[in-house]
């Protein structure tokens, strides 16, 4: 059974970091795009970055700030966010898609179950 979990959400006040992580398992880790998304109250989910094949992507709301990157022999995928902002504030998913990162985020196959970031203003 393919597992995305993720990890490393908390509280943290406007300006500090967290460290998101995604391990996953059963899965040819290095054939898939995986991508960070979240979902922030009463809005719809956002793609927020996504690396495939040493390319990453990021949406402008987070782009010089978030970090994505990959480590193939723990099979996890990180998220390194900085200077956060209550906005950020949203339940972060990681999500997988075999050969590409995909434009639209309802085309990724597997996803994880979450983890809540809360910035604190």
């Known amino acids: 059974e393919v597992q995305l979990v993720e990890s490393g959400g908390g509280l943290v006040q406007t300006g500090g970091s967290l460290r998101l992580s995604c391990k996953i398992s059963?899965?040819?880790?290095?054939?898939?795009?995986i991508g960070w998304l979240r979902q922030a109250p009463g809005k719809g989910r956002e793609g927020v970055s996504c690396?495939?094949?040493?390319?990453?992507y990021y949406s402008d709301s987070v782009q010089g700030r978030f970090t994505i990157a990959r480590d193939n022999t723990k099979k996890t995928v990180f998220l390194q966010m900085s200077n956060l902002k209550p906005d950020d504030t949203a339940v972060y998913y990681c999500a997988a898609l075999r050969f590409v990162c995909p434009d639209d985020l309802y085309d990724y196959d597997y996803w994880g179950q979450g983890t809540q970031v809360t910035v604190s203003s």
């Open positions: 059963e899965l040819a880790f290095e054939d898939y795009g």
């Open positions: 690396n495939y094949e040493g390319t990453s």
